[in-house]
């Protein structure tokens, strides 16, 4: 009997096709640091893309770091709906919050593709700065304020083993039908977050 095509498919680096949910072990496991000088190899690099498809597909998906398809390598990506029509998707490789505003707020309805439909209040810095090679091995630092800085620390937290239920409180399900679109102070589209409250979904 002849396999299908997606029997034979395979993914970078052992990545799974889809986003995995909590009790994945990729998910509780501190990451391992991609070597500089590995960063341009067709590994990565395959990974990197497969990240970016997986992603695409997520309609209310933000944010996706690679734990989150089984790979424990220290690289996410953020969407480039959060930077606009105009924008691409950011690639983090390695990366470093390198300073924390002392101010810190509890984020409203806080969510994670790898924890479908859970929502949460999180205590999170309201400004970050973050240092991070890219897919091209370029070293930059960004700070970040509003959605991008609250991405960022739900992002690096990924990394570390640890997923917002870690920290949230007054955690609720909502269900999908109940979800809308809503912007951040620039205006940037903020993928799907639970109606009628001012909140901030990330992955």
Known sequence: MPTSKKADKTYPMGATAEIVSDGHPALRAVAEEVPVDQIGSE?????????KKVLALQ?????????????????????????????????????????ESKEKRWMEGEGCLSVRWIYGKVKRSTKVSLRAYDERAQISERGASGLLAHIFQHEVDHLNGTLFIDKAKDLEHIDPKDTHPVTDEAGHREAHAPAKRASRKTK
């Open 59 to 99: 309609n209310d998906g933000i944010g996706l770091a690679a734990p989150q398809v089984g790979v424990s390598k220290r690289i996410f990506i953020v969407s480039k709906k959060v930077f606009g029509e105009d924008g691409t998707d950011a690639v983090f490789i390695n990366p470093v919050i390198t300073n």
């Open 43 to 51: 590994e990565i690099q395959s990974l990197i893309l497969h990240m």
